[in-house]
């Protein structure tokens, strides 16, 4: 009686490879015929090339109008002292020079969250979206870890749009201005991203 359930088991497992076996072939041939290689020139890519430049966020927590928002929060995040599980949104402005009311380049828009039990590091997820010049409509994409008080962080560069599209790279940044009080901060950013 005992070797019944095996030999049913043994039957149902031959039954499961043999279909499985009968159906991959299929399944890999209609994938194969709609896969081919891309040469750089049939997508219109010029050299690639290495771009540096410099830009100022401006994470605004504080007014009428905040670009930096909380939108989650774990049950004990007000009482970590690094408000681990703490989750903000942002849409902050993006200018030449260090001062708000310098030009808008474009927007940083994505998210960060505390990550972090025991010193302050946020996951960092946002898009630098541009506005203005020979970027607009371009953006670069960063993730990475932000390890906030430490005086020269960096991000790599995930990708891009646009001018940007298969982007690669990182930025470098600290911290300009940071009001205690507020919560507002501006952070120099100094981006090296090779583009085509």
Do not use: C
Request: proline share 6%.
């Amino acid at each position: 009686m005992a070797g019944i359930p095996t030999t049913l088991s043994l039957i149902f497992l031959s039954i499961f490879i043999f279909y499985i076996n009968s159906i991959l072939p299929a399944v890999g041939s209609s994938n194969a015929t709609s896969e081919r290689p891309l040469s750089p020139t049939e997508m219109a890519l010029k050299k690639e090339k290495l771009s540096h430049f410099r830009i100022y966020w401006h994470d605004v927590a504080s007014g009428p109008n905040p670009t930096a928002v909380r939108i989650a929060q774990a049950p004990s995040t007000n009482k970590s002292a690094t408000l681990f599980g703490a989750m903000v949104m942002i849409d902050d402005p993006l200018t030449e020079g260090p001062k708000l009311s310098s030009k808008l380049v474009g927007r940083a828009q994505g998210f960060y969250a505390s990550a972090a039990l025991n010193d302050v590091a946020y996951i960092v997820a946002m898009n630098f979206a541009f506005s203005t010049g020979k970027y607009n409509g371009s953006s670069i994409s960063i993730f990475g870890r932000n390890p906030v008080l430490s005086d020269v962080r960096e991000m790599p560069i995930i990708g891009g749009s646009g001018v940007f599209r298969f982007a690669r790279g990182y930025v470098q940044f600290h911290t300009v201005n940071y009001n205690i009080k507020t919560g507002d901060a501006t952070n120099e950013y100094n981006i090296y991203v090779f583009h085509y």
